[in-house]
């Protein structure tokens, strides 16, 4: 079993910033695969990012200039830093885990084998 537990969710007005984290605990890896999803109202849950021990992965539609994701093993946390957020980037976020290092599904909500409850984003004008 792996518990995950998120914070930094909360309401920023537009061009702020703010930075997801998400500790990991039980029968895990520092190699196994983690990171952030989201879901906008009315939209489909979407991979953002992930990262394991020697590479990061970013869905196509982010904009990796405002997003980074990161990790620090001794904690076995990761993060994700928002900067310049936009209205768009509204959406619950929901940190995810697998069993297994990243690969070309951990971007897919059907390769997520744990999921976070969940934190909520808005941004105000």
């Known amino acids: 079993q792996v518990h995950l537990v998120e914070a930094g969710g909360g309401s920023v007005q537009a061009g702020g910033s703010l930075r997801l984290s998400c500790a990991r605990s039980?029968?895990?890896?520092?190699?196994?695969?983690m990171g952030w999803f989201r879901q906008a109202p009315g939209q489909e849950r979407e991979g953002v990012a992930v990262?394991?021990?020697?590479?990061?992965?970013y869905a196509p539609s982010v904009d990796k200039g405002r997003f980074t994701i990161s990790k620090d093993n001794a904690k076995d946390t990761v993060y994700l830093q928002m900067n310049n957020l936009k209205p768009e980037d509204a959406a619950m976020y929901y940190c995810?885990?697998?069993?297994?290092?990243?690969?070309?599904?951990?971007?897919?909500?059907?390769?997520?084998?744990?999921w976070g409850k969940g934190i909520l984003v808005t941004i105000s004008s």
């Open positions: 990262i394991d021990d020697d590479e990061t992965r």
């Open positions: 995810a885990a697998e069993s297994v290092s990243c690969n070309d599904a951990s971007l897919n909500r059907w390769g997520v084998d744990y």
């Open positions: 039980g029968d895990v890896e520092s190699s196994d695969c």
